[in-house]
């Protein structure tokens, strides 16, 4: 298959690329098998390194194929999904039936952090570990931190888990960053001095666009875990788009009537996967980012960081494009079971137009098709 147009290799050039499933060639001239608007843009489709994708028993606010299908809208071609779900995925049979779920519904690829246990489950096919706040107390935590795979950090000290989300001082997200060493990936980071500190002890680092852009935790819509900061650590957290190494969704649905309850009570969770490469391909395309910055944030260096062949446009590569044009738009989630999130009705000006997955149309103008993604962990797996 061969598509053709202006496509981000090392910067914007016209050309075409020829692909199966993997990237094989790319050269001036070709037939398209694909025809596209005149005026898009060809991009490395998105790495998203840190969703909840729910299914399992959480399908009541999220199934695997409602949320795959809202990443493909937004333009990700690879998820990489937490581990608290129901159950917690952290044994060999957990995480073989979360493999197996993932397998038969997920529209996009995907891979699968463990929790932290004593279970020997280094050797299957995992991105790697989550480590919640509360695991920094656990004994388990050790033989995690023996792994050589990737740890992804919550960094936030078990102190703030207590009520008062008030409380909840940055100080205590900057404390986490003390408690761990070796690989680990510290992510949603809310204020500059954690991204900072994070980065000086050699760690790699996400954020989130919601810790950047929700104008204060008002509601159960917006609440969220960690929560959001201040305007004065939100507006200090802008310079982390051009420090920060990759940026994450934290798509984490839950059904109307849970973020009905009162705002005590209700459970915290942005749902906004498709939110993060329109934004920032929206910056771009206001001249306030380089083009070359939202590929690195959204692709390349996720991909580096995970250590997967993905998110640069070349040979061998994974065949996942996302195919933009500079529309303007007001956001709102399209196939989520969750159907409202804080940043509804933002003003956009880069829509997905499609999105290529394994070098299978995934979404096109509108519509979602159920194509099946792999376990991009996997190495034994079809290739
Ligand atoms: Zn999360």
């Known amino acids: 298959m061969w598509i053709k147009g202006k496509i981000f290799v090392d910067g914007i050039t016209e050309g075409c690329v020829g692909f199966d499933r993997r990237i094989k060639e790319l050269k ?13 843009l060809i991009f490395p489709a998105g790495v998203d390194m840190h969703v909840h994708l729910r299914g399992l028993r959480l399908a009541y606010k999220e199934t695997v194929a409602s949320a795959t299908s809202e990443a493909v809208f937004g333009g990700v071609g690879v998820v990489v999904d937490m581990p608290n779900t129901s159950p917690v995925i952290k044994d060999p049979a957990t995480i073989k039936t979360r493999l197996a779920e993932l397998a038969n519904y997920a529209r996009c690829d995907y891979g699968i952090y463990s ?31 023996k792994s ?32 761990v060493s070796g690989k680990f990936h510290i992510t949603h980071v ?39 900061r201040d305007l004065t650590e939100r507006r200090k957290l802008i310079a982390g788009i051009f420090e920060v190494d990759a940026v994450a969704s934290d798509h984490a649905p839950h059904s109307s009537d849970e973020k009905e309850l009162p705002y005590e009570l209700c459970p915290p969770g942005i749902p906004a996967v498709s939110f993060t490469l329109p934004f920032l391909y929206s910056l771009a395309f206001r001249g306030l980012i380089p083009l070359s910055r939202v590929v690195e944030l959204t692709a ?34 399209r196939f989520s079971k969750a159907l409202h999130t804080p940043l509804d009705k933002y003003p956009l000006d880069a829509m997905v137009y499609a999105t290529i997955v394994e070098g299978k149309v995934a979404y096109m103008d509108g519509d979602a098709y159920p194509v099946r993604g792999s376990n991009v962990f996997d190495k034994t797996g079809r290739t």
């Open 28 to 40: 001036k001239e070709c037939k398209p098998d694909l025809k596209f608007p005149d005026d898009s």
């Open 115 to 145: 929790g932290v246990t004593k279970e020997d489950v280094d050797s299957l096919p995992i991105a790697g570990y989550k480590v919640f706040p509360e695991d920094l107390e656990k004994e388990e935590l050790e033989t995690v931190m």
């Open 148 to 179: 050589n795979k990737l740890k992804i950090l919550h960094p936030e000290i078990p102190l703030s888990l207590r009520p008062g989300r008030g409380n909840r001082r940055l100080w205590q997200e900057i404390a986490s960053i003390y408690l």
């Open 190 to 228: 809310t204020n500059i001095e954690t991204l900072r500190l994070a980065k000086n002890q050699g760690f790699t680092t996400d954020l989130t666009m919601h810790h950047l852009l929700v104008d204060g935790e008002k509601d159960c819509l917006s609440k969220v875990n960690p929560p959001i």
């Open 300 to 333: 390349s260096n996720p991909s580096k960081i995970l250590g997967i062949n993905a998110g640069i446009i070349k040979e061998g590569n994974v065949a996942n494009f996302v195919v933009l044009r500079r529309e303007r738009w007001r956001y709102s989630t």
